[in-house]
């Protein structure tokens, strides 16, 4: 396969660049919703607006992603290729990436990626626990040794799947099945964003990396979240639906005793990000789902104190083990939320480093075995606010079942803060039809 840096991702010929470039120009002769062609479209949710006070996103000047795009930077894509043309087009400049069919962001699979020498039973065979041990990391393994394979071969995958989102742009799905398999939309230094109506199939990580010293046991851990808002502000995450699909963690092998963890989160949100609303999402079959602020090091602390404010409404979180969201340092509201329990499930609220979370006005269906003291997990001192929720059709105060479960690990009341930037705001027991009616992809028209 021969390559060309074409917005930087590998390309099988130079001449497939300059056709998506005239694609792009409109100077290709083909026309039509499938050839990433400039269109003019005023109407429908490719124009919305982040509604006043509808949570964090609407602070001061709100978020209204492309919405002013001129005719010249309205754009339909159905291919991996056309979208990252679109987006790297004009820069800043106010534009609207329209999403039509199901983009496929894997590329022509993991042995693609391969570099020469790569060959995954020797990087078995090296680190063995039972032949490197568990107490050396792979950290200072050189280029030519099975783990610097393993990190050329991860660095070209890296730059496949990864496409840079610019400020002032929406993104938004046409009909019932826009999405995309395998990719990893980057929101790094870039106000102002809309993403809705798209299905995210989870990236998987074609090579993970061994750690020997993560746990006693060691761990797998991999790259590639579905979407990350880094050092942004004025994002909108709206009526999406992130998932594992075909690839669940079950489907996963097993090496050294561990699973081979392929995947990363849903969405995390990191780095001194601020301002961002995610509404009527479905998040579901995953683990370590959302993330807010990614380090509780003193050098994370400096940019993240004062930010990584979110708001969390209206959204479906089904099926997951833990993190919806784990929160450090951000004042996080999250209201009018269903969360339904399925195998595996750990925790929904993960209290951490600094974290000022209020959850209230959710609704909680846990199968039987599951205590509502489990929906609340204390990983550093915070306090959290937790009024008006309600678990199997019942009131439940989740601060004090925490604590009469885990008295080791006992939360302190009142985040110290009161939540002004909401909409509507909805019975806890009417959340449940609400959300499984309206929220996620294919929803919008």
Known sequence: MSTSNCHGRVIATLAGCTALVLSLTGTAAASGPATGHRTGHRTGPERQVLPARD?????????????????????????????????????????IVRVKGTIDADGPGCDSFAVPGYDFATYLKTYDPAVWGRTRTLDNEPDDSPEGLRRASAARQDAFVKAAVPANTTIVGIGRDAGFQGASLQIKGADNVIVRNLAFESPLDCFPQWDPTDTAEGNWNSEYDSAVVHGSAHVWIDHDTFTDGDHPDSTLPSYYGRIYEQHDGELDIVKGADYVTASWNVFEDHDKTILIGNSDSAATAAVDRGHLKVTFHHNLFRNLVERA?????????????????????????????????????????LPDGVLAGSVLKKWKEAPVTAADNWVNGTPVDLIAAHNAQVPGEILRPGAGWTPVLRTRVDRPQAVPALVGHHAGAGRLR
């Open 325 to 365: 969201p784990r929160v450090r340092f951000g004042q996080v509201d999250s209201y009018d939320n269903h969360f339904v329990a399925g195998d595996g499930y750990s925790y929904s609220y993960g209290i951490g480093m600094e974290s000022q979370l209020v959850a209230e006005h959710n609704a909680f269906t």
């Open 55 to 95: 949570g964090w996103a609407s602070y001061g000047t709100g978020t209204t992603g492309g919405a002013a795009a001129d005719p010249a930077h309205v754009y339909t894509v159905s291919t991996w290729e056309q979208f990252e043309a679109a987006l790297a087009d004009g820069g800043s400049t106010p534009k």
